[in-house]
């Protein structure tokens, strides 16, 4: 009898210890079914004539029956020119099509260029035919001690070329100005 409960007690205190431990992170997947695919320490790169153009890593991937696209948690993503790291991009969550190689950043998205220009979003997406960085939501843009605001954004990883769609506000002299297009509501 001693043993019974001994033994009982074992079970019980591995199955509590089982239900303990860190939160796992939630899934990016708007279904509710379980993946049919989990890859962890996900890693995809794009080369273009042996030239590196960037390099894709989630903490975790799922890939989900019926989409297109694989989920990503902890996600970050490299960006090269001309063989040299120039920006790179972090967030919460994403998804990428294996098939266009576009991706949509989720969730404290941040770009950190090699010259420390940095740009915020809540959502950005990436164009890999176009090689175009972009949202639709609101963004902050940080140069030095310039720092540009608005609703609506394009540009290249490297953030050289920004075409702002609303409600630019920011601090940027004019010469920089001439750079920025897009208009004010």
């Given at each position: 009898m001693t043993r019974r409960i001994f033994a009982l007690l074992i079970v019980l205190g591995l199955l509590l210890a089982s239900g303990c431990g860190e939160k796992e992170e939630e899934s990016p997947s708007p279904t509710?079914?379980?993946p049919i695919q989990t890859i962890y320490g996900y890693h995809t790169v794009e080369t273009e004539r042996g030239?590196?153009?960037?390099?894709?890593f989630g903490n975790r991937a799922e890939r989900y029956a019926g989409e297109e696209d694989l989920h990503l948690i902890g996600v970050r993503m490299y960006f090269y020119s001309e063989g040299n790291l120039s920006?790179?991009?972090?967030?919460?969550t994403g998804s990428v099509n294996e098939n266009t190689r576009n991706m949509v950043a989720k969730g404290d998205v941040k770009i950190v260029t090699e010259d420390d220009?940095?740009?915020?979003s809540e959502v950005l997406n990436w164009d890999n035919e176009r090689r175009i960085i972009s949202t639709d939501l609101f963004f902050r843009a940080t140069d030095a001690d310039k720092v540009l605001t608005g609703i609506g954004l394009e540009t290249d990883p490297k953030m050289t070329d920004l075409v702002i769609k609303q409600q630019v506000e920011g601090d940027a002299p004019e010469s920089s100005q001439e750079?920025?297009?897009g208009g004010q509501n």
């Open positions: 509710t079914e379980s030239q590196m153009r960037w390099e894709l920006a790179t991009l972090t967030s919460k220009r940095t740009l915020q750079s920025v297009e």
